[in-house]
């Protein structure tokens, strides 16, 4: 993702966030536990947009991708990509007090960057140093802040004003922001959006292709998804299910 | 009473006192040991029970992902697997909540048959990321909930081209004195409650019209 995407994503959500305070949201969005004011207005819209650009340009590729590259080779990109993160884990792991997360991340990333050969290996999996995602979005979240409206972005996808915050902090995390070359730090972007798609591409086609509803399956996916890593699956009790 | 009697008298109080003493430890200890002989293996039948059930449906399903079939094969090989292995009944009342005891009798069947199909194709489709991959028991614990023991067995999904662990933990009760699955997390989400909030979400768009969510499941499943 370039620096210039995190500007334009910083001002779809501020833009969204200045928009909240005049937006209502619907009696029936309100009972889901939902604040999707713009449901009707832009949302379903954009997501038509995002829906057709992902049957036509991200699904193709990703399939394309992954018939024409070898297993070993999107293995060493996937292992990069992850050992990029591996700043952003560990920032966010010491905003969250999440200290021995934070020296598993540190440790994780020496070993990575020395023995797995500058982060294209992965010898530290095989240490029992697993990756531990972390992000602003979520130490946004530990700290109080309210998930906020909700909205698609044009190519990106679903988002809240919360995530769309801590995205852009992120970036200032991620190495690719230093590189001086707008154009690699894309490139990089566009290769770990590839990868996510092919390696959810069953999840992602049932979401978006066999639900009676493409826009409620994919807020209700990444709602729940969003909320499941922010409160580290406390907000997927069944047992509150039971209880009738 | 022995302090009076004298230091010999004390002495053989106690030697009886420690005799019936260490008897009735002994016993206790006997029937500790015999109680817990007789519920171990039972618990950990239980709990091997459970865990045969999840590394089995999980190589099954990365079998029928990996195979030829069509989706549509896929899914319906799915759903009969999911009747075998899963608490159907359970799975359906849990994803619509507190409505469900407004529902009729034919309401509930008419939503679980048009349920399963659907979720047996989401499912099938999640596990269908892993193809060429593994899914591997890593351990499993029991808890207890309102009365009813529950093993939570705990796999790692690896993907074929991704180093990257996905933590993926199966929830298992017993039915009818056979273990069944009702819930499965991938990362902590899990997928009865992703379905009933997706479900409120359907509901909610067609009025809370009951009939027309169950005619909207089957639209997408024709």
Known sequence: MSFS????????????????????????????????????SVNRSIHSFNKGFD?????????????????????LISNALNHLEAPRDFANHILTA????????????????TVGAGGLLD??????????DADFG????????????????????????????GRVVDLALAPTSYLGEPLIAGGVAAVAAVEAR???????????YDSPDSYIAVRSFYLDARRAFVTNGESQNLDDLEDF | MATVTG???????????????????????????????WTAPAAAADVEAANALVEDTAAQILDLAASEASDLEKRQSFEALL???????????????????????????????????FAANRFVKSFGDFKGGSVRYKSSTTTKVRDEERVLVRTIGRRPASAEATDILWVVTELEGRPVFYDVRIENLSLVVQLKNEMSGYLSSVGGDFDKLVALLRESTA
């Open chain 1, 5 to 40: 995407a995190a500007i334009r994503m910083a001002a779809i959500g501020a833009v969204a966030l200045g928009l909240s305070a005049c937006a209502t949201n619907s009696p029936e969005n309100a009972a889901l536990g939902i604040n999707d004011p713009y449901e009707n």
């Open chain 1, 55 to 75: 049957r036509y340009a991200l699904r193709p590729v990703s399939q394309g991708y992954d018939a024409v590259t070898p297993g070993l080779f999107r293995l």
């Open chain 1, 98 to 113: 999440e200290f021995e997360s934070a020296g598993r991340t540190l440790l994780r990333f020496a070993v990575n960057t």
């Open chain 1, 123 to 132: 010898p530290a999996t095989d240490f029992e140093l697993e990756k531990e």
């Open chain 1, 138 to 165: 979520k130490t946004l979240a530990v700290w109080g802040a309210g998930e906020g409206v909700y909205y698609e972005i044009p190519f990106l996808g679903p988002s809240t004003v919360r995530h769309t915050a």
């Open chain 1, 198 to 208: 092919d390696d959810n591409l069953g999840a992602i086609d049932s979401v978006l």
């Open chain 2, 7 to 37: 230091a010999s008298g004390a002495g053989e109080t106690g030697a009886r006192w420690r005799a019936r003493a260490r008897c009735g430890l002994g016993m206790m200890i006997g029937a500790a040991l015999a109680a817990a002989l």
């Open chain 2, 83 to 117: 009747n075998e292995t899963a608490d159907v009944a359970r799975i359906a009342r849990l994803t619509i909540g507190r409505p469900w005891r407004g529902l009729t009798d034919s309401q509930k069947a008419d939503y679980q048959a048009a349920l399963i199909p």
